[in-house]
């Protein structure tokens, strides 16, 4: 498959009054044209941070990219983007879907005018071409009488609607890659799995990459063609949704795994959740940053960060656990048979 | 929306009325009798009685009341005290030359403000930001009076540039003659709005900046130039047309110090003799128009502020108003 993003290394922080947050700590993944890579991880986890840095939206200040961070769109690094450049990328190459449709459309504009905007930023088309082009592109997401539809404002809609107007405007220039972030995390469960199926049918009729962010594993299990895990700034663990489910390597994922909500077990049980709370990323540890919260942690976790594993199809985590000379008893999955990555 | 309306109006109504029930009632607690105003203590008591029945002193407070309120019904605000003339006919002479100074002064707040505001509110905590800042808040705290004697001084007596009162040169009727009369008063009555305009305009600006469909907007590619000005600057004057029907009230009231320093020939001179010879009748009309301006500034305010914000249409249909 051909490769259409390559995230390097990136690195972020944000300058604040306490200190330099290091929100995003050398985060390296990859997404293949036509492909779906979700990044899951709690928040604060820097998933969203790295969506923005993808499509070069981190204010600087406060924030700043690292040296040595690249972030690669079909070989260009987009770090070495002037504003002219980003202005063509952003909307036409790569869009972006934001949490909450509400807040992230503009109340006092209609929604035709909305995604024709984004229309007439990229394509040298008339108004009324870019009208009929905004009708098909409401009729592709799902919305019913789209003629109708396009003089109404963001407030005069529901939800899941606005949250599909946000997708009309995300693919109004058909762009190479798509980023949710957090699509469905504002709407209710019926209206999310409509969202996610229609994320789903589109990615595949037009061929677009996605990268969706979210939180919640099973918004993630039937869409994602590959997963990548984040905590603390850092990818601990990424591979195949198979591999992932069913093959997980990294304790924080395993965690992660018991906390989906289960509806084959009994009533009475309690959610399972991930006891104390993520790292200050001001002063992130020096070691493994889950091990203060991972049940299986050794003493080395606390003072070394551990290598990266490869397992086979690109599968790989960053954990101890995998290091021939560790003993692994009472593990829930199989740990080991990975190769450390010589960095 | 035709609910809406038809509330406010009669509300509006209500509040008329009681402006002017107790401004009625102020000037009969003011220290003083009115009728001493027009008497002389050369007069016989005989003449003095006959003044006091003349002007309609004999009757007590409510009986004048009544009777202004029921003149007032047929579009009838009584005869001025003090030169016998009906009170709507001078009213409609001077009214021209105030509308003209309150547009211009309005109209040159605005223009300036709204530049300086965006400005400010894009170059946040810069130096340019503090220099109209400071330029703002020295707007706010001078007094309009001190300003005006302080240009009359520099622009008429010193530099001799512009003329120091009235509204025409004698013997000169040219447009250009009326705008050099125009300047000083004008940019006098706009400072203070002025600043406020820019502080609410740059606050706002910061405020919808940071709102997240500038974020969308900026993913669509769309340029920092374009977002400022289709997305940022409508959302951001909105709350300002609120408040300009708030002003308008204070723009008449606030003509009254300068119109008299000024010498421009509007209502606040009117005003002024009016309230310094206890001229009931004027003072009731000028109260009463300066309310009905508060009230219907508001009004349309609101109804402006429907047209221009699609969310508010929305809720006066189903609502009724707020």
């Known amino acids: 498959m051909e490769q259409l993003l390559k995230v390097e290394n990136l690195r972020v922080s944000y300058h604040s009054y306490a200190g330099e947050v290091q929100s995003v700590r050398g985060v390296s993944f990859e997404v293949n044209k036509g492909e779906t890579v979700a990044v899951v991880g709690e928040s604060g986890c820097g998933k969203s941070v790295t969506s923005k840095a993808i499509m070069g939206l981190i204010q600087c200040p406060p924030g700043e990219i690292k040296e040595g961070s690249h972030i690669y769109f079909e070989n260009q690094d987009l770090l070495s983007f002037q504003e002219k450049q980003w202005e063509k990328y952003r909307g036409a190459e790569c869009s972006m879907i934001f949490q909450d449709a509400l807040t992230s459309l503009n109340p006092t504009m209609n929604i035709g005018n909305q995604i024709i905007e984004n229309i007439t930023n990229h394509k040298n088309v008339t108004k009324l071409e870019a009208k009929k082009e905004a009708i098909r592109l409401l009729e592709l997401v799902g919305i019913p009488e789209p003629a109708a539809r396009i003089k109404q404002y963001p407030h005069e809609l529901s939800g899941g609607m606005r949250q599909r107007v946000m997708i009309a405007i995300a693919l109004a220039c058909n762009p190479k890659l798509l980023i949710a972030d957090e699509p469905t ?22 061929g677009t990459s996605v ?7 099973g918004v993630v299990a039937d869409i994602a063609h590959r997963i990548v895990v984040m905590y603390s700034g850092k990818v601990v663990e990424q591979g195949s949704s198979e591999d992932i489910f069913y093959r997980p390597k990294h304790p924080y994922t395993w965690a992660l795994l018991k906390a989906v909500p289960r509806l084959d077990l009994q009533n009475k049980q309690q959610l399972v959740s991930i006891e104390g709370m993520p790292p200050d990323l001001i002063t992130p540890p020096v070691g493994c940053p889950f091990a203060e919260r991972c049940p299986h942690t050794m003493k080395i976790c606390q003072t070394t960060p551990p290598p990266t594993y490869h397992f086979e199809d690109g599968h790989e985590a960053s954990c101890w656990l995998h290091h ?3 003993r692994k008893e009472n593990l829930p999955f199989v740990a080991g048979g990975g190769q450390e990555c010589q960095e | 929306m035709k609910k809406f309306c038809l509330k406010r109006v009669v509300e ?10 107790f401004s009625f009632g102020v000037i009969e607690l003011a220290p003083g009798d009115i009728s001493s105003m027009y008497i002389s203590p050369t007069m016989t008591e005989e003449e003095k009685q006959a003044t006091i029945e003349k002007l309609g002193l004999d009757r007590s407070m409510g009986e004048r009341y009544v009777e202004w309120f029921k003149g007032v019904l047929q579009g009838d605000f009584g005869v001025s005290l003090s030169n016998k003339r009906p009170v709507a006919e001078q009213f409609a002479e001077k009214l021209p030359a105030t509308i003209l100074l309150m547009s211009v002064s309005l109209a040159l707040s605005l223009v300036i403000s709204i530049p300086l505001g965006l400005i400010a509110g894009l170059k946040k905590n810069t130096i340019i930001d503090r220099i109209i800042n400071l330029i703002a808040y020295i707007g706010v705290s001078i007094p309009s009076f001190w300003l005006a ?4 001084i520099v622009f008429s007596l010193k530099l001799r540039l512009l003329p120091s009162s009235g509204m025409h040169t004698i013997g000169v009727d040219s447009a250009w003659d009326t705008i050099k009369h125009l300047i000083m008063p004008a940019f006098t009555l706009c400072i203070g709005n002025l600043a406020t305009f ?3 305009i740059r606050s706002n600006t910061i405020g919808q900046l940071e709102e997240e469909y500038v974020l969308t907007a900026k993913s669509k590619g769309t340029s920092k130039g374009k977002i400022l000005f289709r997305h940022v600057l409508k959302n951001c004057l909105l709350p300002i047309i609120t408040l300009i029907g708030m002003r308008l009230a204070s723009l008449v009231v606030g003509s009254f110090i300068i119109e008299s320093i000024f010498g421009w020939p509007g209502l606040g001179t009117l005003g002024m003799s ?11 009309a000028y109260t009463m128009l300066s309310g009905t301006i508060l009230v219907l500034g508001n009004f349309l305010a609101d109804i402006l502020y429907a047209f221009a914000d699609p969310r508010i249409k929305q809720g006066m249909g189903e609502a009724h108003g707020r």
């Open chain 2, 149 to 152: 004697m302080v240009m009359i």
């Open chain 2, 198 to 200: 820019t502080r609410y």
């Open chain 2, 12 to 21: 509006s109504v209500i509040v008329l009325i009681l402006i002017s029930f």
């Open chain 1, 324 to 326: 021939p000379q560790c």
């Open chain 1, 185 to 206: 995390t504002a709407l209710d469960v019926t209206i999310q799995a409509q969202i996610i199926d229609l994320i789903k049918q589109l990615q595949q009729k037009l």
């Open chain 2, 274 to 284: 009016a309230i310094q010879s206890r001229d009931y009748p004027m003072i009731m």
């Open chain 1, 211 to 217: 990268i969706l962010i979210t939180h919640d594993l």
